[in-house]
């Protein structure tokens, strides 16, 4: 904000342009995905009247991507993505290339097509020759991974960016890649250590206001602790299977709490569809149907054929046969939410 002011003072528009660039990734991080989405505009629009350099577009197009992205919005992000192959491949820049594919792979996530995103992923990998720049495809990687089962898959990748970040202070893509190590930790085995980390990495976001990442990774951390819980409950582990519920509940509603305060669609509907599925196995019909609702309107909102057709199947084996009607109500709320009634 500092260097923003200094830059409007002094009419110097690529100082401003530079700073554009880093408070629309700042501010995603924070939570104010409209703001960073705003920055970035400002960004592109002085690279455009040619007071800027093309690091400026790039930066600024790849933080839209990535603002977008948490929003939910598949199309607007795919359409980014695009723009910088696009760049990357007329300019011959490979920063550019390596956050275009990045950006596709997150538009499949948003729409629940996992293999897809990661195959855009790997691509994004091979393009990037910056070493910090190729840290960015492979956390993303490793969290298409994870999302898609593969965690021991997502070990590589997560041990190359904690010893690039311990040794030259990256922490920004540093501090997840820690987080999936203690996922890697529990699924080994090594559950006590790998909570410690999980809670720890949870705290810190907490601590210095990182929204974004307590909210996605706490989704996370949440399914960790429903899993535990119904290992427990098998193993007849009660006590335990009690502690994991409990705190997964916990992390469930936060998480759904601080999504819907930043209007992150795409992490709102897929905590409403994992709490659905948990209440499923306990048996808790009433929530599953309260839950699968919630993630139908938001399934709508994220544009993804694969979703929606999966929340169709999902209807077809719900408890209760109200759950017709219940897609109504989501079908209404969904039209009041963009203007439509």
């Not at 990037?128 to 593969?150: E, H, Q, T």
């Not at 990442?213 to 009660?238: D, H, M, P, W």
Request: proline share 1%; hydrophobic share 40%.
């Amino acid at each position: 904000m500092t260097a923003l002011a200094l830059g409007e003072e002094q009419n110097n528009f690529k100082t401003v342009g530079y700073a554009c660039c880093w408070l629309a990734w700042v501010s995603a991080e924070l939570g104010l995905l409209g703001d960073a989405i705003g920055y970035a505009e400002r960004a592109q629009k002085i690279y455009q009247a040619g007071s800027g350099d093309d690091y400026i577009y790039v930066s600024s197009m790849a933080g839209m991507g990535y603002a977008r992205w948490h929003q939910g919005n598949k199309s607007e992000t795919l359409d980014a993505g695009n723009a910088l192959l696009d760049f990357g491949q007329k300019q011959g820049d490979y920063r550019a290339k390596g956050m275009g594919y990045c950006c596709i792979g997150w538009s499949y996530l948003v729409g629940g097509e996992l293999s897809q995103a990661d195959r855009f992923f790997e691509r994004a990998v091979q393009v990037s020759v910056d070493p910090w720049y190729a840290l960015f495809p492979k956390l993303a990687l490793a969290f298409g991974m994870i999302l898609n089962g593969k965690v021991l898959d997502a070990q590589n990748y997560i041990t190359e960016i904690l010893e690039f970040s311990q040794e030259f202070g990256a922490e920004f893509v540093g501090g997840p890649a820690l987080f999936f190590q203690g996922m890697v930790m529990v699924t080994q085995g090594e559950t006590s250590k790998g909570l410690q980390i999980l809670e720890d990495c949870y705290q810190s976001w907490i601590k210095n206001g990182n929204k974004l990442r307590y909210t996605t990774c706490g989704s996370i951390l949440a399914n960790v602790y429903a899993n535990l819980a119904r290992k427990a409950r098998f193993r007849q582990q009660e006590k335990f299977a009690l502690l994991a519920e409990k705190r997964a509940t916990a992390y469930f509603q936060k998480s759904i709490e601080s999504a819907r305060q930043m209007g992150a669609t795409a992490t709102l509907e897929k905590v409403y569809r994992d709490w659905s599925d948990f209440c499923k196995d306990k048996g808790n019909n009433e929530k599953v149907n309260e839950y699968f609702v919630e993630a139908a309107v938001d399934i709508q909102m994220c544009e993804s054929a694969v979703l929606k057709a999966q929340s169709v199947i999902t209807q077809q084996q719900r408890p209760e046969t109200r759950s017709v009607a219940l897609f109504q109500t989501a079908s209404n709320r969904t039209h009041e939410t963009w203007g439509l009634k």
